[in-house]
Structure formats: C-alpha cells, structure tokens
C-alpha cells in the first residue's frame, strides 16, 4: 500500500524492438536482447527497456513537461537502459481509451485525468465532485491519507494496473460562447463537454445545462461548429488547445480539480530488473516534485497569454459569495452519488472542503 504519494513506483515492459521515438530523439528498429544486472555494462540500441507513454495534452502543458522531464531523467538514472517515447496530443491513443491500452500493454505508460480511471472504479469520481478540493494542497492530503489515498491506488491493482503517481493540472475553469457565466441560471440550456463522467455530468444537469462526453481530442472542432456551446478546463489546456479563440467568454471558477493518475501494468513493473526500477523510481519522484511545484506556475502564465491574446470578450472570477451560490447549486450531486462512491469516501472529501 502506499503511504506517501510521491513516492511511487513506474512499471515498465522489456522490449524485443526499438520503436520510432516522440520529439527529438529517433532510432531504428532492430531485433532484442536481455538485459543484463551489470549497471556499468554499455547499453546497446537493441538491449534497450522501451516505454511507450502516451497522453492526450500537448507539450507545453503540466502534463506534458511532466512527461518530457521523466524521459530525460530515467535515461539519466538508468545509465541509459531505458528509452521513455512520449506520445502526446492523442497520437497513440484519446482518452477513453488509453487506459485499456496499458491494461494490454499496448503502452507502457499513461497518465488519464482520473474521470478516466473512474470508468474502471466508480471510487476516483471523487475528484469529480464540484468544490471537493479548496486548493492542491488539500489534493495532497487527501492522497497521503489511508482513507483516500491508499484506499484508491491498491484498488488498481484489481485490474492489473499499478498506481504511479498523482500529477497536478489544477483547477478547471468555465468558457462558453453565447453569454457570461456568473450565477447558476446562467448555465440553463447550455451544451457543455464534459469527460466521461457520471459526477460531470450530473454537475452540469444540477444547473439545467446540458452535458455531452466527448474526448478531449475532438473539442474545439465541436466548439468551433457549435456542436457544443461550451466546456470545462485548467488553464493550460483551453490556452494550448486554443479554446480561448472559439469562445468568447471566460469564468475563473476554480470549480473542480483536474489531476492525472500516473499509470502502469502491474506484470511489467514485477518483471523489471531491481536496479533499473531503483532509477525509475528516482525519476518519477523528482518529477512528480516538480509537478507539484510548477504546476500552478504554468496556469498563471497561460492565464497571462490568455489575456494577451484579446480573443475574449469577457473574464469574469468569480466573487466569494457568487462561489457560493455556485456551491448551494451544485451540491446535490454529492448525496446522488453516495451510495455508488461510498459514503466514506465522500465524508472524508468532505472533511476537507
């Protein structure tokens, strides 16, 4: 069970192949060998660990520096055993299906936002839940704690999945195209995408809008043909997506956390050589520490392009009390959902709020 959340494990697949690499790096495909326990041994191409991680965000994002700096560092820590290919912006996979993906070991790695996982178990939908989390902080004590925490990544392993890590994208704001959003009644009749979520979903129907899952690859061409009047999103993903040009209105809400569970197969990680995992391990935990630490760093900045780009009529933050009111609306979503989630689970959320 783990008890500290940055300290996690990866799980990764001996490959018999190299395969084409994301970004700079690029080799070519050649046949395996095994490799050997020797640290100090030189690392031939064909001998390499590869891991494929996919993702559907684009580079610039939390996520996806997260991924570019695990790909340097477990090159680092491992002498150069480990080839990481990061896949970004749906290549491989979307999102409603990478998780299937790693179960299969069609990937090696993926970090989905945990409405993904929750398809799997209906426990993660905690994250879902409107104003469950008043800042990332109380995120992280919620997942150092047996209550949460544990309790959410030993379930994994029911699934054959091993529970890496939770990468911060922090709060998710509103957009939408027709009118500002300031109180609920704003919301009625509104179209807005959502993630494959039932808490989501309910979240939107709480305030007579109309949610529609959709992955995350295909939102702003449903946005820019009015498929969908709307949306939800961190700062760094409407700025990288370039929501922010197909709509016209913005709402700093800070209404609903937006983290990833950094994901693995449970066979890969017990199969790997001791000394290799040692160097993965380092890797993802200095990674993860710099997620926590930059995270909101990079929505801040992306907030500050938003704005320099001029493409919104209006951004509206809203006010203590018109949170508030936001609350009071939105809050029968946690009762409509407690026998599903678990009463306890929810009571503890609540703890926190």
Known sequence: MLKKWTMFTMAFV???????????????????????????QQVTSEEKIVVKFSHVVAENTPKGQAAIMFEQLAEEYTGGRVDVQVFPNSQLYNDDDVLAAVQQNNIQLAAPATSKVSKLFPEWTIFDFPFAFPNVEAVQTAMESEK?????FSMLNEQNLQGLAMWDNGFKQMTLDEHPLINPEDFEGQKFRVMSSKVLEAQFEAVNANPTPMPFSEVYSALEQGVIDGQENTLSNIYSKKFHEVQNYMTLSNHGYLGYAVITNSDFWNGLPEDVRAGLDKAMEETTTWVRENGQRLNDENLSKIKEDNTLKDIHELSDEEKQVWMDAMDPVYDQFEEEVGKDLIDAIKELR
């Open 14 to 40: 001996l490959s018999v192949s190299v395969l084409a690499g994301c970004g700079a790096r690029s080799q070519e495909s050649s046949g395996g060998n095994e490799i050997g326990n020797d640290n100090d």
């Open 148 to 152: 949460i925490g544990d309790k959410l």
